[in-house]
């Protein structure tokens, strides 16, 4: 059984940084997409990024390009996520999932993952 575990959540101000990081165990790293959502209180959970499992290639919901990285190391097992400029409305649990398929095209959907994280709380003041 595939096993995420979250970590770098925190409270920061607007216009701060944080790097999450998601370590994976029990699998195999190096064959899943994986992808970071985000969950605020009383909103459905929502795709934030994804850097697919062949060729590195990533995907960004629009609100985060341009200020989110994600990126991921095979040898640690370890995906990440880079976040600067971040915003109140940034202010969410982060979860960490992985998609075991082998896509094409790194999925946006929560549905496409099968192994999820226990997320990691961000909260950014204004």
């Known amino acids: 059984q595939v096993q995420l575990v979250e970590s770098g959540g925190g409270l920061v101000q607007a216009g701060g940084s944080l790097r999450l990081s998601c370590v994976a165990s029990?699998?195999?790293?190096?064959?899943?997409?994986m992808g970071w959502f985000r969950q605020a209180p009383g909103k459905e959970r929502e795709f934030v990024a994804g850097?697919?499992?062949?060729?590195?290639?990533?995907a960004y919901a629009d609100s985060v390009k341009g200020r989110f990285t994600i990126s991921r190391d095979n040898a640690k097992n370890t995906v990440y996520l880079q976040m600067n400029s971040l915003k109140p409305e940034d202010t969410a649990v982060y979860y960490c999932?992985?998609?075991?398929?082998?896509?094409?095209?790194?999925?946006?959907?929560?549905?496409?993952?099968?192994?999820w994280g226990q997320g990691t709380q961000v909260t950014v003041s204004s």
């Open positions: 029990g699998g195999t790293f190096s064959s899943y997409t």
């Open positions: 850097v697919s499992w062949i060729g590195g290639s990533t």
């Open positions: 999932a992985a998609d075991r398929g082998r896509p094409i095209v790194v999925g946006t959907t929560t549905r496409r993952y099968d192994y």
